[in-house]
């Protein structure tokens, strides 16, 4: 079974930085892509950043390019999602998100980890 944890959440004044980490484990592992939603109160979750495992092709939900960079490594089957100049309305749960190769969309979730900025 494939179990994802996260880890590096926390609160954080607004300008400053975070880092989020997602280590992949589980057996005959083998994913597309992996990725980053996050989900505000009262609002749905959304797409904020992924990449491809092979090619390492990225994406970014336009409101955080140029402050966040999602970076992998392929031995330790971890994804980081870099995060600078925080901004209040980055405030969410953040998931880390796999998506296994035959997968339509992403398939294995993790728990989440909140994410809080102050202003």
């Known amino acids: 079974q494939v179990q994802l944890a996260e880890s590096g959440g926390g609160l954080v004044q607004a300008g400053g930085s975070l880092r989020l980490s997602c280590a992949a484990s589980?057996?005959?592992?083998?994913?597309?892509?992996m990725g980053w939603f996050r989900q505000a109160p009262g609002k749905e979750r959304e797409l904020v950043s992924s990449i491809r495992w092979s090619g390492g092709s990225t994406y970014y939900l336009d409101s955080v390019k140029d402050r966040f960079t999602i970076s992998r490594n392929i031995a330790r089957n971890t994804i980081y999602l870099q995060m600078n100049s925080l901004k209040p309305e980055d405030t969410a749960v953040y998931f880390c998100?796999?998506?296994?190769?035959?997968?339509?969309?992403?398939?294995?979730w993790g728990r989440g980890t909140q994410v809080t900025v102050s202003s």
């Open positions: 589980g057996r005959t592992l083998s994913q597309v892509a």
């Open positions: 998100a796999l998506q296994r190769v035959g997968a339509l969309k992403y398939d294995i």
